[in-house]
């Protein structure tokens, strides 16, 4: 059997996507990488439909080193509405409830947050 042919320019290199909300990772690789014409590219890592984000690709050459970088440190920002209900805990969800929220101040929100620092594995 002979060897698979790509079609698709030898582009080495990284590129670092601003992935958008409700866009998949395996949606917007293909997307992108297709303005290089690049016969080989991977990404680093996935991003869940609900996210932003960057999303490191890799082309050509440099998908040698996804690996490292799916091991890499990385870090996540969130924003939290307190006060709301919604059918599935998401944001995009249909609204259950709203109420008023009491006895909730900066130095308890920042003892609770203190649990998500550090090593989380998921």
Same mark, same amino acid.
């Given at each position: 059997?002979?060897?698979?042919?790509?079609?698709?320019?030898?582009?080495?290199?990284?590129?670092?996507?601003?992935? +958008?909300?409700?866009?998949?990772?395996?949606?917007?690789?293909?997307r992108?990488?297709?303005?290089?014409?690049?016969?080989?590219?991977?990404?680093?890592?996935s991003?869940? +439909?609900?996210?932003?984000g960057?999303?490191? *690709? *890799?082309?050509?050459?440099?998908?040698?080193?996804? %690996?490292?970088?799916?091991?890499?440190?990385k870090r996540?920002?969130?924003?939290?509405?307190?006060?709301?209900?919604?059918?599935?805990? &998401?944001?995009?969800? &249909?609204?259950? &409830?709203?109420? +008023?929220? &009491?006895?909730?101040?900066?130095t308890?929100?920042? %003892?609770?947050?203190?649990?998500?620092?550090?090593?989380?594995?998921?």
């Amino acid at each position: 059997m002979g060897r698979r042919q790509h079609s698709g320019r030898n582009v080495t290199g990284f590129l670092r996507l601003d992935n +958008p909300l409700a866009l998949t990772t395996t949606e917007a690789l293909p997307r992108d990488t297709r303005l290089y014409r690049a016969a080989k590219a991977g990404h680093t890592g996935s991003l869940d +439909p609900l996210a932003t984000g960057l999303l490191p *690709c *890799c082309l050509g050459d440099a998908t040698k080193f996804s %690996a490292f970088l799916l091991d890499a440190d990385k870090r996540y920002r969130v924003r939290v509405r307190l006060g709301v209900t919604t059918t599935t805990a &998401e944001d995009e969800a &249909e609204l259950v &409830e709203t109420r +008023p929220v &009491e006895g909730v101040d900066v130095t308890r929100i920042r %003892a609770v947050l203190r649990g998500f620092l550090g090593r989380i594995d998921q």
